[in-house]
């Protein structure tokens, strides 16, 4: 019986990045995907996704609402290694280019059930004031290499040094409804 | 949940028609009743009486549930019998619905009709649904455990299963305590009739009793189990019945249910119940308590006087808010149910707590998701609003600091003294102070409030009671009796001191004013309006002795307790001191007597005794108190302290009523005083921070030193204020300010905000001296009342400054108060304020202990709201939670989590996986999805890792075929994993920039970059490759990483020959040495070509890419120089997914490039045809191929050249023609090449960044490793690479390098002659150029392996020549070393060549000097080229390595052919040896000489045998829709004809082949190559005949021929020839 196929659990995960505060930016759209260990695969639905660009609500939230849907299904024989969501938020600057406005990550909530998560979104910062200006001016900030490093451990020495800045908050909901399926 | 639903209302229905049937046929059923033994107590009440009786059956389950609230886990066995009587309706469903339900329902459903109404009528409500409910309700409740529940599950059983009733009814056995039924089975009928008729009389039985219970109101919960029982006796034999039924009687008892019939169904006329009658009854059940407040003597136990709490100073916290009324009602129900009292407090009301809710949950929170999920789903509606900046958003932020306002209140000034005063003055202010002081105390009134405390104390003591605790034990009431009572001592002790201190002032105040009166009197004018009027207030002097009598008594009467303890204890003390003299004087006199005997004996002796324990003294019993001598001394006291009763109460009122006596009535010197007190005036500095900030007006000195201002001052203020200070200014006259005074205010609180601020008094002094000419009496300066100047007095300047500080309020009522986390002065003072802490010191905060030692010392009231926080510090410290043990445990919790012991662990297959995985074992790396289950992991998937682990020692040959190899491999992967061990660590470095893409710091040619870039044309005419991000290898996956190959154009592409073409032979050019590095001139005429058809092309080349066995081809293009330009596409895959850059760089895989030539055949057979259609068919021939590790492109991120084509030897069927055309203009630079070459660009998208940043790590840590050289060498390398680096930091430059062994040595000493093979030496004796060939040529057989596929890109390892020879692999360097190494003992001058290459990049060389020329030979082809070919793949020269110094390149260029080689220039090459450091002659690391054995011809023979046979069988497999045919005889020719091409080294035999091919096999088309290349394994050899393609033909009769020779060299150095061909036969 063991040969037929392996067993494995479920993860669903439904919900949507939902809003963001980003005080000073205006105009964001935000990418996800998700980072997970060896022993989990997708199964169903999309693991990266990109979403539109929001601008801020004329309220007194100042809110970015995005409500853009994740659902995406995995399987995993090993709860190590347990998705995570990276979120990384972009928009342009004052010339227009793209640029970098945070990264984030949490992980897939635990429970099945709703969860509101709120995420704090930081940029890497540069280096030295010189290179922030023409940073700046040439619009190519620092931005990492891959956004799943947010999510990651290896490489965090590397980080030690570097300065971050958080921007905004970001509120993704995701929803996880998990089962155990023994076959 | 419907059938049961049903199945309710069925029992509804046919329970109503049974009670129904109870009523009617009542006579009947007494009879038969009365003849069953069960029925003890058979029904003799009326109807009527029924009726009423039911209704209590229907309101029974109420107060039942209800009662039994408080002893739910008491009644838990009892429970079961109570909700019983559903029971045997549900059961009679059952049976109804079984056996007879047919019958039934026939009868039934005519009786229901009739009956129905006048049922309703009277019973509005299904009662037996009532019944149930307590069961069901129960079943909601949280106590799930109670048999409620298994009653609820047991009749489900019922209905359906016979065995579950047997159960059932055992358990109802075992729930009757005491059968009074004798066990037997009735008969039939009998059991039918208590089937529908038991159930009534037994409730009957059952209700009389509650009933006179709640008349009696009293709670009998003891005798309700009793009565409980019945329905489960019932029930019991009911069960027997229904037994019956199952039985062998069923039938019989089935067939009595006809006659029945009658009993069951009866009619009535509906029954009619006043609502008089009704109501009383009701009057009579319910017990409805009366609203009526309750007098309090019926709360308290008899003769006992309410205590009130609160009155005797105890803190009994707030009560929770309830409704008079509903207290009432509660009251009066309690009185009736519970005759204790004991819920009545001491004063009469309910017992309450002040806050019913506990400080943590006792029950876990019920999850109720549903209704979440529906309250969230609800939308709310909110308004838009428009968002307005409020000032407190700003305040948070904090972005709009000096928002913060403190409002400083300056009222006015008081002088308490002044120079100016005259002595009235001062008395004055001692009046007016004392008067103060008199006021306050009078307003606290503390002789009072301790005289009161003592009341109730004495109270308390007098009731014995604990006023907390009412039931508490004997001796903590003593205890707190004894508690009492010191505390009344102590009470006592203050109240007469306060008392004592009052009657002090009054007199004080009385003396002063006397004095003033006196002073006046005698100075005869007034100075100051103060008046004091002392008033007498009446007292009734009966009431008051009394009271003071009784004082006086309670007093004595306590201080006579108290002495009487005291002598108690006094006495005590005297008996056991007189029990030890007495035990002494026994003792003495004993003594005393033995020396009398002993004087008698010896009466000499007698006067020398002394008697020394003489001194012991009889005690003295105390003194028994006397009564009168206490009385007195009370009396004496009270005397002094306290009003006498006869006494009048005196009260003081100070007024300022006085007049002042005008100044011209006045002395002269008091004129000039009041005259000099008006040219004073005064003003306050305020200071902020130590800074004034602004200051007030100044203003005139009154006459009475009272200065108002009546000023406020607004300070804006960004921080929380460190410091506020007012300065007093006193000016005189125009004279300048003279400062008096600083006064200190306190900073307010945050909760001090303007307007609730109140008018706080600060005093002040000032330490100046002041003597004056007038009145006055100065300052700091003694003077007198007394006219003889005795009791001086010095009095100090000093006033009282009268203000309030406070926080301003902003527009919207928000404080401006700095934030809090600025306020670390503010949270001190805070802290000062509780108590506590001052008094135990700021460390005493972290002792809890000591904490709750001075909380328990100081005896704080727990229930203080006010010292609630603190109680419940003390009450988390102290509850034993934070018990520290002595010891420190590391991992305290491991314990806990072992869940398992470890054997069991290790055998968890699951968990081995997981721990090899984490280990990075290579066959576990990246493994995906470890199963879930043991049982899902195959043994198979260790198998691999396990046999590897055994096979440690073993070698296998299966692989390798030869043995030697199989050592080698073996050991090189050996030495492979402990090198990989040792950086383990350093593997998952990353930098910064790995991590964070980031522009770089701008420097002036960046900028100009960027600025000429925006002048750039954007579509330029010679676009060139730009740089491309870096992607650092992580978070790939398969499919991410592909390999692009850009294929521009190749040259001299060999040609076909007309296969027609008569055999020709071609001027044969044998070479020479020295036409090689020369320009040699074109020995073919071009003569040749005219015999090409015109427009036939020479050859049709396309390129075809195959990595990792994708194929990937270009177009065809024409010509010996075609141009494609094309890219092709490749996708990676790493092994096991694993895109780490250790995994990335050990990826063996190879880029084979292949030119083909495709052939079009026509093979139309009919002539006719060729109108109609095209019939052709595609060859392919191979004709050359490029190989290029991936790891080299890995490392070197992008190759971009042209390459030499390997072709083969031997090319039947084409030949390297020259192109006339081009030959005759551009002769001089095409002769300069060989063979033919390929322009290619190969790079990885997306840019991987190879272990770069690794290598420069670990170059520190190569550092560490051990070296055996002289730490100045050392130093002198790192000095003279740091140099090299400065200067042309793209130039390699090595001084040290690794050996095998992990130790740094110096480069220099791998140099050394050593010996070549002497077989190779004896081919040609005289030529030393073919020698140095042949030399070069083994070298190049020696396979090559990188070290950075062999030790993961790690570091490189160098290994000396014997080593090389014994592994028989190696890399560039250990080839270079080996061929220099042999060129130097040759006698030639040879030096090692450190530079780039293409494609290998950083490579060693070696280079040679020739007679008048230098020769650069690259190690691992064996070809050698000229310094100035431009063909040469060395593109840069780095540094040179002699066996005795290292040169640098510092020469402008670095390309060889723009280079001088001449090292002994010391501007051009920068030696490490030099003058100032001479070469120290160091010892050379590689063995004296190179041992080679003589290779074993018979095992190269064999493993040429069975290399045939695996290629063979592979091309086999590689067609498998195809027959292979192999052609033997061509095999054989074959054969014999590879051992001549090994003797020519692959040259210039083609033309003598290819005659002799053509004589013995004429009739056949031939195509096929032989291949050479050095032996390492098979798999190299299957890859390369793979990758000729030359098993793709499809053509139906094709035959292959396939020829493997092996021609060994000393040392086991194989030169493996394949030769691949086939043949198609010509018609």
């Known amino acids: 019986m063991a040969t037929a196929s392996p067993s494995v659990f479920l993860l669903m995960v439904n919900g949507q990045v939902e809003s963001a505060q980003f005080p000073e930016y205006d105009d964001l759209y935000c990418k996800y995907c998700f980072v997970y260990g060896q022993d989990w695969a997708p199964t169903a639905g999309l693991e990266e996704g990109i979403s539109q660009i929001t601008s801020k609500s004329q309220d007194v939230r100042q809110a970015l609402v995005w409500n853009f849907p994740i659902d995406v299904t995995f399987k995993s024989t090993n709860p190590y290694g347990w998705p995570q969501i990276v979120l990384s938020v972009y928009g342009p600057d004052v010339f227009g280019n793209d640029v970098v406005r945070g990264y984030g990550a949490v992980h897939v909530p635990f429970s099945p059930g709703r969860h509101k998560r709120t995420i704090p979104m930081f940029v890497p910062e540069s280096t030295s004031k010189l290179q922030k200006f023409t940073s700046w001016f040439m619009g190519r900030r620092p931005e990492y290499t891959d956004p799943k490093v947010v999510a990651q451990g290896e490489g965090r020495e590397a980080l030690q040094k570097a300065v971050f800045s958080v921007h905004g908050l970001t509120s993704p909901r995701p929803l996880a409804l998990g089962h155990i399926k023994g076959t | ?1627």
């Open chain 2, 1 to 1627: 949940m419907n059938p049961r639903e049903e199945k309710v209302k069925i029992i509804t229905e046919e329970f109503i028609e049974n009670d129904e049937d109870a009523d009617m046929g009542r006579q009947k059923r007494n009879s038969k009743v009365r003849r069953q033994p069960r029925k003890k107590q058979p029904p003799t009440a009326l109807p009527k009486e029924m009726v009423s009786e039911e209704s209590h059956l229907g309101n029974q389950p109420e107060p039942v549930q209800e009662e039994p609230k408080t002893h739910l886990l008491s009644m838990t066995v009892r429970r079961g019998p109570r909700s019983l009587p559903p029971i045997p309706s549900t059961s009679r469903t059952g049976f109804a619905e079984f056996s007879m339900r047919g019958r039934m329902r026939e009868k039934l459903q005519a009786a229901r009709s009739k009956a129905e109404s006048a049922l309703l009528q009277e019973i509005p409500t299904p009662r037996p649904r009532r019944l149930r409910s307590p069961s069901k309700k129960e079943l909601e409740t949280e106590f799930g455990t109670e048999p409620g529940k298994e009653v609820e599950s047991t009749q489900q059983e019922i209905d359906s299963r016979s065995y579950s009733r047997v159960k059932f009814r055992d358990s109802a056995r075992k729930i009757k305590p005491k059968p009074q039924v004798p066990p037997g089975f009735p008969s039939p009928e009998e059991a039918y009739n208590f089937f529908t008729f038991s159930f009534d009389p037994e409730p009957e039985e059952s209700e009389e009793k509650p009933k006179a219970r709640h008349r009696a109101g009293t709670n009998q919960e003891e005798e309700e189990g009793e009565e409980e029982e019945p329905p489960a006796r019932g029930r019991g034999k009911e069960m027997d019945e229904e037994e019956l039924l199952n039985g062998d009687d069923a039938e019989d008892f089935l067939l009595g249910l006809d006659h029945m019939a009658d009993d069951f169904v009866a009619v009535r006329p509906a029954d009619y119940e006043s609502i008089h009658d009704r109501l009383q009854m009701e009057t009579e059940m319910f017990f409805i308590p009366s609203r009526q407040t309750v007098p309090t003597y019926k709360k308290l136990p008899e003769n006992v006087q309410p205590r009130f709490l609160e009155d005797e100073g105890l803190y009994t916290g707030v009560r929770p808010e309830v409704a008079r009324t509903n207290q009432n009602i509660m009251e009066n129900r309690l009185l009736m149910q519970d005759p204790e009292r004991r819920w009545f407090g001491d004063d009469g009301r309910i017992l309450a707590l002040p806050n019913p809710i506990k400080p943590f949950p006792s029950r876990r929170p019920v999850l109720t998701q549903e209704q979440s999920i529906k309250a969230e789903l609800e939308t709310l509606y909110k308004k838009a609003v428009k968002y307005v900046h409020s000032s407190q958003h700003m305040i948070r932020s904090g972005d709009h600091p000096g928002n913060f306002q403190l409002d400083i209140d300056i009222s006015g000034l008081i002088f308490t003294h002044h120079p100016c005063f005259s002595r009235e003055h001062v008395l004055a202010a001692k009046l007016a102070q004392l008067y103060d002081q008199y006021l306050a105390r009078h307003q606290r009134n503390k002789a009072k409030f301790l005289t009161d405390k003592l009341q109730a104390l004495r109270n308390a003591v007098q009731t014995g009671v604990d006023p907390e605790k009412p039931h508490s034990s004997l001796d903590t009431i003593q205890k707190t009796i004894n508690e009492y009572k010191s505390e009344i001592r102590q009470t006592r002790k203050f109240r007469d001191a306060e008392q004592e201190k009052d009657r002090t002032l009054l007199k004080t105040i009385i003396k002063v004013w006397k004095e003033m009166k006196s002073l006046r009197e005698f100075q005869r004018f007034t100075n100051t309006p103060l008046k004091l009027v002392l008033r007498k207030e009446k007292v009734d002097q009966k009431a008051d002795e009394e009271a003071y009598e009784a004082e006086i008594q309670a007093e004595i009467s306590e201080l006579l307790e108290e002495h009487t303890e005291e002598y108690a204890q006094k006495m005590e003390e005297y008996r056991t001191s007189l029990h030890q003299w007495k035990a002494w004087r026994k003792a003495q006199r004993a003594k005393k007597k033995k020396r009398k005997q002993a004087a008698e004996d010896h009466p000499d002796n007698e006067i020398e005794e002394p008697h020394p324990e003489e001194d012991l003294v009889k005690p003295t019993p105390p003194e028994p108190t006397d009564r009168a001598v206490i009385e007195h001394e009370v009396r004496e006291r009270a005397a002094q302290s306290r009003r006498r009763p006869w006494e009048p109460t005196l009260v003081p009122e100070l007024s300022l009523a006085g007049s002042v006596t005008p100044s011209d009535q006045c002395p002269r010197a008091e004129v000039s005083r009041r005259e000099d007190v008006k040219k004073r005036s005064v003003y306050l500095k305020v200071l902020f921070n130590n800074k004034e900030v602004s200051r007030t007006v100044s203003r005139p000195l009154g006459a009475d030193f009272r200065v108002h201002f009546g000023q406020i001052f607004n300070l804006q203020i960004v921080n929380w204020p460190e410091s506020l200070t007012l300065q007093v200014y006193e000016t005189i006259g125009h004279s300048s300010p003279t400062l008096l005074a600083e006064v200190f205010l306190p900073i307010p609180e945050t909760t001090v905000v303007t307007g609730r601020a109140p008018i706080e008094e600060v005093e002040f002094s000032s330490n100046q001296h002041v003597t004056l000419d007038h009145e006055g009496v100065g300052s700091g300066v003694p003077f007198s009342f007394e006219a003889d100047g005795s009791n001086q007095l010095i009095l100090m300047t000093s006033g009282k400054v009268s203000h309030s500080v406070a926080w301003a309020v902003g527009e919207n009522g928000i404080p401006l108060i700095p934030p809090l986390s600025q306020q670390n002065i503010g949270f001190r003072s805070a802290l000062k304020r509780a108590d506590a802490i001052s008094s135990i010191g700021t460390s005493g905060l972290t002792d809890m202990k000591k904490l709750a030692k001075w909380a328990a010392e100081s005896k704080l009231d727990p229930n203080d709201p006010n010292n609630a926080p603190l109680m419940q510090l003390i009450s988390v410290a102290t509850s034993g939670e934070s018990y520290v043990p002595d010891f420190f445990r590391l991992e305290q919790l491991q314990q806990e989590f072992n869940f398992v012991s470890d054997q069991e662990l290790n055998r968890s297959k699951r968990f081995r996986l997981l721990h090899l995985r984490s280990q990075e074992v290579p066959e576990f790396r990246n493994y995906k999805q470890v199963p879930v289950y043991d049982r899902e992991i195959m043994e198979k998937v260790f198998q691999d890792y396990e046999k590897r682990l055994r096979d440690r020692s073993v070698i296998e040959t299966k692989e390798h075929i030869d043995t030697h190899r199989a050592i080698v491999a073996k050991y090189l992967q050996q030495v492979r994993e402990s090198v990989i061990n040792r950086f383990l660590i350093a593997k998952q470095y990353f930098l910064l920039a790995d991590m964070i893409v980031e522009e770089e710091v701008p420097n002036i040619s960046i900028l100009g970059l960027s600025l000429f870039k925006l002048a750039e044309q954007k579509r330029p005419l010679r676009p060139r490759r730009k740089g491309r991000k870096k992607v650092t290898a992580q978070n790939l996956s398969d499919g991410d990483i592909k390999l692009l190959v850009n294929i521009v154009r190749a040259y001299d592409i060999p040609v076909r020959k007309l296969a027609m073409s008569k055999f020709q032979q071609p001027s044969k050019s044998s070479r020479m040495f020295s036409e090689k590095r020369a320009a040699s001139p074109s020995t073919h005429s071009p003569t040749h070509n005219a015999d090409y058809p015109l427009g036939q092309v020479l050859v049709r080349p396309f390129v075809e890419v195959s990595f990792q066995r994708t194929v990937c081809h270009t177009t065809t293009a024409e010509g010996p120089n075609p141009s494609w330009n094309e890219e092709l596409e490749l996708p990676f895959k790493a092994p096991n997914g694993d895109y780490s850059t250790a995994s990335l760089q050990s990826v063996k895989d190879i880029v084979f490039i292949n030119i083909f030539d495709e052939v079009l055949h026509d093979v139309l057979e009919d002539d006719r045809e060729r109108g109609s259609g095209i019939h052709t068919r595609i060859e392919r021939h191979w004709l050359g191929c490029v190989k290029i590790p991936f790891s080299t492109i890995y490392f070197q991120a992008r190759i971009d050249g042209t390459f030499k084509i390997d072709i083969p030897p031997v090319l039947l069927g084409y030949n390297k023609e020259r192109n006339m055309i081009l030959e005759r203009g551009f002769d001089s630079v095409r002769s300069l090449s060989e063979g033919s070459y390929i322009t290619l660009f190969i790079t990885i998208e997306p840019q991987l960044v190879p272990g770069e940043s690794i290598r420069e790590k670990m170059s520190n840590m190569l550092k560490k490793f051990e070296s055996q050289e002289d730490e100045k060498l050392l130093q002198a390398t790192e000095k003279f690479q740091a140099e090299c680096a400065l200067k042309f930091p793209n130039r390699q430059c090595l001084t040290t390098v690794i050996d095998i062994s992990g130790k740094t040595v110096f480069i220099t000493r791998y140099l050394k002659p050593l010996n070549p093979p002497q077989e190779l030496l004896n081919v040609y004796p005289n030529n030393l150029q073919a020698t140095a060939e042949l030399v070069a040529r083994y070298v190049s057989l020696i396979p090559f392996l990188p070290d950075t596929v062999s030790f993961g890109g790690i570091c490189d390892l160098w290994s000396t020549s014997d080593q090389f020879l014994d592994l028989l692999a190696g890399d560039e360097e250990e080839h270079a070393v080996l061929l220099c190494n042999y060129f130097l003992s040759l006698g030639k001058k040879a030096w090692l060549l450190m530079g780039n290459a293409i494609p290998e990049g950083p490579t060693a060389y070696v280079l040679t000097w020739e007679q008048g020329h230098y020769l650069i030979w690259n190690p691992c082809s064996g070809h050698f080229y000229g310094q100035f070919d431009t063909f040469c793949p060395l593109k840069n020269v780095g540094c040179l390595i002699g066996p005795d110094n290292i040169w640098f390149n510092i020469q402008r260029y670095d390309s060889p052919l723009r280079i001088n080689f001449d090292v002994t220039k010391p501007k051009l090459w920068k030696s490490f040896f030099s003058r100032s450091l001479p070469y120290p002659g160091l010892s050379s690391v590689q063995p004296e000489e190179l041992i080679y054995q003589r290779s074993d011809k018979a095992a190269a023979a064999e493993l040429q045998d069975r290399i045939e046979k695996i290629l063979k069988e592979k091309i086999m497999d590689w067609r498998p829709r195809h027959l292979t045919r192999w052609n033997r005889y061509c095999t054989s020719t074959l054969r014999h004809f590879l051992p001549l091409l090994e003797k020519s080294q692959g040259e210039d035999v083609e033309d003598d082949h290819r005659a002799e091919l053509l004589k013995q096999l004429g009739d056949y088309r031939f195509s096929g190559f032989p291949l050479h290349m050095p032996y390492s394994e098979v798999k190299p050899l299957i890859d390369a005949v793979y990758s000729t393609g030359v098993h793709n033909i499809n053509v139906p009769n094709v035959e292959f021929a396939l020829a493997v020779y092996i021609h060994p060299y000393p040392k086991n150095v194989l030169s493996v020839w394949i030769y691949v061909a086939s043949l198609i036969r010509n018609r």
